[in-house]
């Protein structure tokens, strides 16, 4: 029996439901929205929720939980410095679930995970692409290496 049990489970088995939640958490982050089906929605808010406020207070076992789901460098520094301060005195409602419409092809249930207040993150990864390419376009092009060219002799005939 499942009383009190609130774990929505997929069938993907637990390795690839764990993946899911990754890409959809860090998709969601990207993006400041995702639209996927009502379950995953659901499911993905609450553990959103969890993660963030724990991206609240910089502790040891904080950043612990966040390297479980976040284990790059560039989305863990981003959560602790942009997106816990952004939420200093709530406990929670940090992002909603907004119901759209049915799936044509197969009548699912859409809705839209989506910030319940307003928050900006700036990605540290995006500033340094833009920089090389204005770095690359300052720069002035290479000249190429010609190779001299190879004189043929003819042989000259004696009579």
């Not at 808010?45 to 939980?65: D, F, G, P, Q």
Request: hydrophobic fraction near 40%.
């Amino acid at each position: 029996m499942k009383h009190r049990v609130k774990i929505k489970k997929f069938g993907h088995g637990i390795d690839a439901n764990r993946m899911l939640f990754r890409k959809l958490m860090l998709n969601f982050l990207q993006n400041a929205k995702l639209t996927t089906t009502i379950s995953k929605a659901k499911a993905l808010k609450s553990a959103l929720e969890r993660v963030i406020s724990k991206s609240r207070v910089k502790t040891e076992s904080n950043k612990n939980y966040l390297l479980k789901f976040f284990p790059k460098r560039v989305v863990f520094d981003v959560m602790f410095d942009q997106v816990g301060p952004a939420f200093p005195k709530l406990t929670g409602g940090y992002v909603r679930v907004v119901r759209l419409s049915e799936r044509v092809t197969d009548g699912a249930m859409i809705g839209r995970v989506e910030w319940a207040h307003p928050v900006v993150i700036k990605w540290i990864k995006e500033e340094k692409a833009v920089a090389k390419k204005s770095a690359a376009k300052t720069k002035a092009p290479e000249e190429k290496k010609v190779k001299p060219e190879t004189k043929k002799v003819e042989k000259v005939q004696t009579k």
